[in-house]
């Protein structure tokens, strides 16, 4: 059966800031195969009360609505807990980029960047308004 199904996890095993109220997991299957997953919590980093941590869809399944799929439950999850809003870092230049500003994100103007080995990861920051109300495209 090719039915992608999104289920939440227990957060127990998982890090997240001590700053955090609640956690959320969620895993797009395909199968028995995990084709994706988003992560995220709730945050006390005025002026912001969610935060989504990580966003990934295997390359062989993006373009067909998971991502936004897994966005649109993660949010409501977060809007269901009472925040109103929501951030999120990505890479510069990605194409992540693309994929939040298409569905609405606002870039901030906070920028940072992260040392990865031998070179600095420049990251931008998107804030979203929830609830979100998002359509997949397929």
Not at 103 to 117: H, S, W
Request: cysteine-free.
């Amino acid at each position: 059966d090719d039915v992608m199904t999104i289920f939440a996890i227990s957060s127990t095993l998982l890090y997240f800031p001590k700053e955090t109220d609640s956690s959320v997991l969620l895993i797009a299957e395909n199968g028995h195969n995990v084709i994706g997953f988003a992560y995220g919590f709730t945050t006390k980093e005025a002026p912001y009360e969610s935060e989504l941590a990580g966003l990934y869809v295997h390359p062989n399944f993006q373009r067909q609505g998971i991502g936004t799929k897994l966005l649109g439950a993660f949010t409501q999850i977060m809007s269901e807990q009472g925040a109103k809003n929501m951030f999120l870092w990505t890479a510069e230049k990605a194409s992540s980029q693309k994929f939040y500003e298409k569905l609405k994100g606002q870039q901030t103007i906070l920028r940072k960047e992260t040392p990865e080995g031998d070179f600095h990861l420049q990251l931008i920051s998107y804030v979203f308004d929830l609830p979100l109300e998002l359509q997949p495209e397929f």
